[in-house]
């Protein structure tokens, strides 16, 4: 199985096969509305991931373990305050709220699904689409975001510290500079962090093992 064009998100910068390309989220400005920063970001990224490609019409994992966690505390605030509910707030704070909406921007009706694993949410996406991609037998879109978490959660002990979105496609019919496969035979519970695999697509390294409580992946060049 091929990795195609991995792109990632960091630090309000762009980077990795579109290394040149605009945040390019093809939205009507009342979704954008709807979307902000955030959205934009990751709808921008999952787009990247399917340009030139002959169709966007394609099944698409999604992954994240916190979500928009500014949606939710001003949902909160809200409650708190004895206000109602903002509609878009609690409607985009679903966690399929952003795939749902790359989906209308696109016009794809293939499906797409949501994942969040805890401290493993990247490796289970992962794996998530992985499976599909061997039970479907086609293109598999995957992405992954994860945001610093608002000062509401400094009290509480998460390394989360960081801002990125990370997506790629999934293919066996195109050459690609990255092969990704599936041991189920070494279990790890360590956790895996995301910019391993960043600095694996940017330096010389032969290959990077995300680990997982039921295996590990490789990715080899």
Same mark, same amino acid.
């Given at each position: 199985?091929?990795?195609?064009?991995?792109?990632?998100?960091? @630090?309000n910068?762009? =980077?990795?096969h579109?290394h *040149?390309?605009?945040? /390019? %989220?093809?939205v009507?400005?009342? $979704?954008?509305?709807?979307?902000? &920063?955030?959205?934009?970001?990751?709808l921008s990224?999952? !787009?990247?991931?399917?340009?030139?490609?002959e169709?966007?019409d394609m099944?698409?994992?999604?992954?994240?373990?916190?979500g928009?966690?500014?949606?939710m505390?001003r949902?909160?605030q !809200?409650?708190c305050d004895?206000?109602?509910l903002s509609p878009?707030?609690?409607?985009?704070?679903?966690?399929n709220?952003?795939?749902g909406? +790359?989906?209308?921007?696109?016009?794809?009706t293939?499906? +797409?699904?949501?994942i969040?694993?805890?401290? +493993?949410?990247?490796?289970?996406?992962l $794996?998530? %689409?992985?499976?599909?991609?061997?039970? =479907? !037998?086609?293109k #598999?879109?995957?992405l992954y975001?994860?945001?610093?978490?608002p000062?509401?959660y400094?009290?509480?002990?998460?390394?989360n510290?960081e @801002?990125?979105? #990370?997506?790629?496609?999934?293919?066996d *019919?195109?050459?690609s500079?990255?092969?990704?496969?599936?041991d189920d035979?070494n279990? !790890?519970?360590? #956790?895996? &962090?995301?910019?391993? $695999?960043i600095?694996?697509?940017? +330096? &010389?390294?032969?290959?990077?093992?995300?680990?997982?409580?039921?295996?590990q992946f490789i /990715?080899s060049?």
């Amino acid at each position: 199985m091929q990795i195609l064009k991995p792109c990632w998100w960091k @630090s309000n910068e762009i =980077k990795g096969h579109h290394h *040149d390309s605009p945040l /390019i %989220a093809h939205v009507p400005k009342t $979704l954008k509305r709807r979307l902000g &920063n955030i959205g934009f970001n990751i709808l921008s990224v999952m !787009n990247l991931c399917t340009e030139n490609s002959e169709t966007d019409d394609m099944i698409w994992v999604v992954s994240s373990r916190h979500g928009d966690t500014n949606r939710m505390i001003r949902l909160f605030q !809200n409650v708190c305050d004895n206000e109602l509910l903002s509609p878009t707030d609690f409607s985009m704070s679903v966690h399929n709220a952003l795939p749902g909406m +790359h989906s209308i921007t696109t016009k794809n009706t293939s499906m +797409h699904t949501a994942i969040s694993g805890g401290v +493993h949410s990247f490796a289970l996406g992962l $794996l998530e %689409a992985y499976v599909l991609f061997k039970t =479907k !037998n086609q293109k #598999i879109g995957y992405l992954y975001y994860d945001f610093k978490l608002p000062d509401a959660y400094s009290a509480l002990e998460i390394d989360n510290q960081e @801002s990125l979105i #990370i997506g790629m496609t999934l293919d066996d *019919d195109i050459q690609s500079d990255f092969c990704l496969n599936y041991d189920d035979t070494n279990k !790890n519970q360590d #956790i895996f &962090n995301v910019n391993d $695999l960043i600095s694996f697509f940017c +330096h &010389n390294s032969n290959k990077c093992i995300i680990p997982m409580p039921s295996g590990q992946f490789i /990715i080899s060049k």
